[in-house]
């Protein structure tokens, strides 16, 4: 690798050190302890699949070019410098890793092991060998984001159209109005996704609630994210919260989306708005008694898989669990569960990817996680993970069905 | 030139190991503060308890290290407590410790049986690294800064158990002020290794503990030892 490249990379890294990084980076005992902690190691056993083992890859070069002990006596640290294969080396640790933080839940240390590929992703960006499907789509919200009256019109046709739909499900007189947009000082800014599911289920949701909401222009998934670009995670995120700073809502609601989820509620730092879930939402609703479900539904043995980002990483445990015990006559708890619940593969952005025979096998502890339940219907609330539980339903011949948990609240609704 | 090499080893050496001690992990507190803090937080669900009451349990007792591994977790907490016994057993050799006194003892409590668990504790972390799968995480620095520790402590007991209980130590019996004197006059700047120390039949022993716990204190900064210290920062941005 050529001198410039090389010196591109180490300020990469050098952008990346701030607090938590410099920590993370050097109190890693290798006490292996977070070795079989990650659901890939459990389907692939091999050391580059563990979150030490990818941590260490970040640590090789970071030691090479950033502490004296990998200047000077390199074979001590086991730092290595920049070259074609440590960049592949990068790629599989950074794009084999979810980010489920399941590992930090049992490390000693509490290091944040997806944090530290953090650097893996930013230097695959620099290097150019960053997975093309998720910088492709991150570049597209980012042009979305930069000419959205471009899309304006367009969308609010498609829109026309989908208020049909809720109109049907919560047998309203007309559909005119039933997904309002622009609208300045409502209470929510619901931010849904590109697919017609994750907007008309929640819009059934609000009006059956009477709730003041407001539909955003812009999809929750954040691409930039997913693809490890800072600068793009921040302005796709940015639209969001600037567009509900523009109108004054008092709180903007993410549709089944784990990380979309997590960003703006804990990474974006303090906002002048609420940032929930609509599983905290519908919660909300159920309980204040704004909406009302028909209870025990379904008959058919039911199970929750917590996405990670809204259970491990955002808190949202006992709301989907207790609208579950009323919707189903057979509710099923997975072991282990909640925090130490197994990652289903599929975040990350690693659905995006053609990575199908990887994310089977690293859905493996998931799929015997479903199995011990019995359950004949996993209900989720987070689009990657519906997407993957798919796939391993369909891999391994599960014969499950995997549903959505706003889906499965707005088809009983008692309107 | 062996005599020379021994005063410096007890002398100029240790002032070194502690200034590149203090001074080091200074300079790494230093550039962690200066560093830019992210928005946000990296918390981790549900936080149980409080912030600080907390982090001291999840750093000092690592439940989830009880919760996977519980002959593991019994391990490290009996080489974190002999560690700690054995630096209390320090500060004896330079002066008397009310506090230390609350179960009396003569100076280095357990009366050997701690630095013997030290030994085995640290051959066990060593050996660990030879099986799999920890043989192929293991760098380097983690098999340094296990033999060197194992030297140190390994050096130690056998200083502490000759003079405590064996017929040459009961001989050669060394007063503790003796070696209060020394480290006294270290302390005061006014380093003085009198010829009660350099004429100890186990002098070369002494030597050799203080040369691997220099090395030891020297590499403390720049290696995982930090996990010492950082890892309350990091447990307390698990819990944030």
């Given at each position: 690798m050529d001198k410039e490249k090389v010196l591109e990379l180490k300020q990469v890294i050098e952008k990346k050190l701030n607090r938590p990084m410099l920590y993370y980076l050097d109190l890693c005992t290798r006490c292996g302890l977070c070795y079989d902690t990650c659901h890939a190691y459990q389907g692939i056993p091999k050391k580059e699949y563990s979150p030490v083992g990818r941590a260490e890859v970040v640590r090789k070069v970071f030691r090479k070019y950033f502490r004296p002990t990998g200047k000077l006596f390199p074979w001590w640290g086991d730092a290595h410098e920049f070259d074609e294969n440590l960049m592949e080396e990068l790629r599989e640790a950074a794009f084999s890793c979810?980010?489920?933080r399941r590992c930090t839940m049992f490390c000693p240390f509490g290091i944040d092991m997806p944090y530290i590929l953090g650097i893996a992703k930013e230097l695959l960006i620099a290097y150019g060998n960053a997975p093309e499907e998720l910088v492709m789509l991150a570049d597209g919200a980012v042009e979305k984001g930069k000419s959205v009256d471009m899309f304006k019109e367009g969308f609010k046709g498609v829109i026309k159209d989908l208020e049909k739909e809720v109109q049907k499900l919560i047998n309203?007189?007309?559909?005119?109005?039933?997904?309002?947009?622009?609208?300045?000082?409502?209470?929510i800014l619901f931010v849904g996704l590109s697919g017609a599911h994750s907007i008309v289920y929640p819009a059934a949701i609000f009006n059956a609630a009477k709730e003041d909401w407001t539909l955003s222009y812009f999809e929750a998934v954040n691409f930039g994210f997913f693809a490890g670009d800072s600068e793009k995670a921040n302005f796709i995120a940015n639209r969001v919260i600037n567009e509900a700073k523009e109108l004054g809502v008092k709180e903007i609601v993410i549709v089944e989306c784990g990380t979309a989820y997590r960003i703006p509620k804990f990474l974006m730092g303090p906002l002048p708005f609420k940032v929930s879930s609509i599983v905290e939402v519908i919660h909300r609703y159920i309980k204040e008694g704004r909406i009302k479900i028909k209870e025990g539904a379904i008959t058919e043995p039911v199970t929750w898989h917590d996405p990670c980002q809204l259970g491990r990483n955002g808190g949202v445990y006992d709301q989907p669990r207790e609208v579950l015990n009323m919707l189903a006559k057979d509710y099923r708890e997975m072991n282990p569960t909640r925090e130490y619940n197994w990652c289903c593969g599929g975040g990350g952005g690693l659905v995006?990817?053609?990575?199908e025979e990887f994310r089977i096998k690293s859905g493996k502890p998931k799929k015997e996680q479903i199995e011990r339940t019995g359950a004949k219907m996993v209900v989720t609330a987070c689009e990657n993970c519906h997407l993957q539980l798919s796939t391993i339903s369909a891999g391994y011949g599960m014969g499950v069905t995997i549903e959505s948990f706003t889906k499965l609240v707005g088809e009983n609704l008692i309107v | 030139m062996l005599g020379y090499i021994s005063y410096f080893i007890l002398v100029p050496m240790v002032y070194i190991a502690f200034v590149t001690l203090i001074v080091g992990l200074m300079y790494k507190f230093y550039v962690i503060f200066r560093a830019p803090v992210p928005a946000g937080t990296g918390a981790i669900f549900p936080?149980?308890?409080?912030?600080v009451l907390g982090l001291i349990y999840d750093a000092m007792i690592v439940p989830n290290v009880y919760n996977k591994q519980k002959v593991f977790w019994f391990i490290i907490m009996i080489f974190h407590i002999a560690f700690f016994l054995l630096f209390l057993g320090h500060l004896e050799l330079v002066d008397d410790f009310a506090f230390i006194q609350i179960i009396p003892h003569k100076i280095f409590l357990g009366g050997g049986v701690v630095g013997i668990t030290l030994i085995i504790t640290t051959l066990y972390f060593l050996f660990r690294r030879f099986g799999t799968p920890y043989r192929e995480i293991s760098i380097p620095e983690d098999f340094v800064i296990l033999l060197v520790l194992f030297f140190c402590i390994l050096f130690g007991s056998i200083l502490h158990l000759a003079e405590r209980y064996s017929d040459w130590g009961a001989v050669l019996r060394v007063n503790v002020d003796v070696y209060r004197e020394w480290l006294q006059s270290m302390i005061l700047l006014k380093p003085e290794l009198s010829y009660k120390i350099t004429e100890l039949s186990h002098y070369t022993i002494l030597v050799l503990h203080v040369l691997f716990a220099n090395i030891f204190l020297m590499m403390f900064p720049f290696s995982k030892m930090v996990h010492s210290v950082f890892t309350f920062l990091a447990h307390y941005r698990k819990r944030k």
């Open positions: 979810t980010g489920c309203a007189p007309t559909s005119d109005g039933l997904i309002p947009m622009e609208k300045k000082g409502a209470n995006a990817l053609d990575n | 936080k149980k308890g409080s912030k």
